[in-house]
């Protein structure tokens, strides 16, 4: 199960998340890409940047942040070896783990 939480990144860092990124946001949308958890901040991708790292909106009961996180490299043992979709040190299940659902 993945978590079901969303936020809108404000207008600034809608303009900040598109300057990182290097092309503009279609919104500023995110869903958590962690699996469903109780305690926390919530993380959700906002897109990937230079080799190995990702742009994360991070939120949880005050404002969205951006964050700049290495990516996650524990991949699915062989043989199917999919790598995690999420950022280093996350809590929770790999995406690999989260049994197909979303992705
Ligand atoms: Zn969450
Ligand atoms: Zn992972």
């Known amino acids: 199960m993945r978590c079901k939480e ?4 404000p207008g600034v860092l809608v303009k900040a998340a ?3 990124c ?16 109780e305690d926390g901040d919530h993380f959700g991708l906002v897109d990937s940047l230079h080799r190995g790292h990702a742009l ?10 951006l964050v700049e996180q290495p990516d996650c490299d524990v991949a699915q043992p062989a043989p199917a ?3 995690c979709c999420l950022f280093a040190r996350h809590q929770g299940g790999h995406t690999w783990e989260a049994g197909g659902e979303g992705r």
């Open 56 to 65: 994360w909106a991070k939120w949880g009961d005050g404002d969205v942040e």
């Open 6 to 9: 969303r936020a809108e990144l």
């Open 81 to 83: 070896r999919d790598g």
């Open 18 to 20: 598109s300057v990182r």
């Open 22 to 37: 290097g092309e503009p946001l279609h919104d500023g949308w995110v869903r958590c890409d962690l699996a469903a958890h």
